[in-house]
């Protein structure tokens, strides 16, 4: 109902239901072990530390609003023309930016029915419509990405590897939903998870998306990198949408202390690799373990795994109290309409060995 006697938000606004992130506190608990936003738990490295503390003498003067020094180190890592670069307050922004530049009242866009959900609000706040590819192998196909798409689709958003789920999608899959959008249709392919996909037939989308006018690939700093509070993350994009991005982005949307440590993470090859190795020595172990306890347990290209709960007495629920009554931390996903299910991201060796002994203690109730 509108009311005259008070500002009223746009329609549609107060129909999204608030973004709820990943716990991060348990009553009693001093220092809980926080496993449900995928965060990189060795931290940030050891020289983005210390590019971010050395920041601290610029941070009176506004950072250089193209982000030039680090447009300039992310173009010479993955070999991108600078110029195609958007960087953004997380890839998050790089999102919202994008339905933002294009996305006007009515039109929708389509991504998988266990897709990431910052894709979707900023989509109706935007007032268009989400339109959702059902994954009943919890997997979003290009097939039925595609059956969602109609006149009014202007953006399809895929995550791979995806976000809560875990599944990816094969370069040959990218190419064939590249190749059954209309050319007017922006694919945008989530590689947040990039670097820790050891699967032989995946591969980045940069190389699709530079002969192409019509996709972008986002990165970001928040995983691998470990740095999450930071918000930094970017976009490679045909030059024509970058150039009507950069009319719309605040101005000085990347911070000085962010660029300076982001820089410096990218130079850090050792930390990359122990970020890498952890996961990929960790993850064949949780899900081996964790389905040994009886419950499914989704394969993960990704730093994190999904478990399904499907028992009646010990659900997902259940399984959360209990490792929360033992100070652990993960991520219950009925948002992404996955109740049954349980998020953890892949911590430290003394992190992921409680949450082994908590989810057998747990199975033996
Ligand atoms: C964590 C994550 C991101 C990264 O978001 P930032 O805003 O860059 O921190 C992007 N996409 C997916 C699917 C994610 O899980």
């Known amino acids: ?44 490295g050891q020289k983005a530390r210390e590019a971010y503390e050395a920041a601290v003498r610029h941070i009176h003067i506004y950072p250089d609003g193209r982000a030039s020094k680090l447009r300039d180190a992310v173009a010479e890592q993955h070999g991108l023309e600078p110029e195609r670069l958007i960087f953004g307050n997380g890839s998050d922004e790089v999102f919202a930016l994008l339905n933002q530049g294009y996305l006007t009242p009515g039109d929708n866009i389509v991504s998988g029915q266990y897709g990431f959900l910052a894709y979707r609000i900023s989509a109706l706040a935007n007032q268009a419509a989400v339109k959702l590819a059902p994954e009943p192998e919890f997997k979003a196909t290009p097939e039925a990405l595609l059956a969602q798409v109609d006149e009014r689709t202007r953006i399809v958003y895929v995550s791979s590897p995806s976000n809560p789920t875990g599944s990816y999608n094969t370069a040959e899959e990218i190419r064939r939903l590249h190749e059954g959008l209309r050319p007017d249709v922006l694919l945008v392919v989530d590689e947040a998870y990039a670097e820790y996909v050891t699967e032989a037939d995946w591969e ?14 986002t990165r970001t700093f928040s995983k691998i990198h470990g740095l999450g509070g930071l918000r930094i993350g970017f976009g490679y994009a045909p030059e024509k949408v970058a150039e009507a991005i950069d009319r719309i982005r605040l101005p000085f949307n990347v911070s000085v ?12 090859e050792v930390h990359q690799q122990a970020s890498r190795e952890l996961i990929q020595t960790w993850r064949p172990r949780l899900t081996q373990a964790i389905r040994g306890f009886g419950f499914e347990v989704l394969p993960s290209a ?31 996903v009925g948002g992404y309409g996955l109740p049954d299910c ?12 409680a949450v082994l002994d908590a989810l057998s203690e747990f199975a033996a109730t």
């Open 342 to 353: 349980l998020r953890i991201t892949i911590g430290t060796e003394d992190q992921n060995r």
């Open 302 to 332: 990704g730093n994190f795994v999904l478990v399904r709960f499907t028992d009646e007495k010990r659900n997902a629920g259940a399984a959360n109290d209990y490792l929360n009554s033992k100070g652990i931390i993960v991520r219950q």
């Open 204 to 217: 980045t989308s940069f190389g699709l998306a530079r002969d192409s006018e019509n996709i972008v690939v």
């Open 257 to 268: 202390p962010g660029i300076e440590a982001a820089v410096a993470a990218l130079g850090d």
């Open 1 to 44: 109902m509108t009311d005259a006697t008070a500002p009223a938000p746009k329609p549609g606004i107060l129909d999204i239901a608030p973004y709820v992130g990943g716990k991060s506190r348990i009553d009693g608990v001093a220092e809980p072990m926080k496993l449900s936003s995928n965060e990189n738990m060795l931290g940030a």
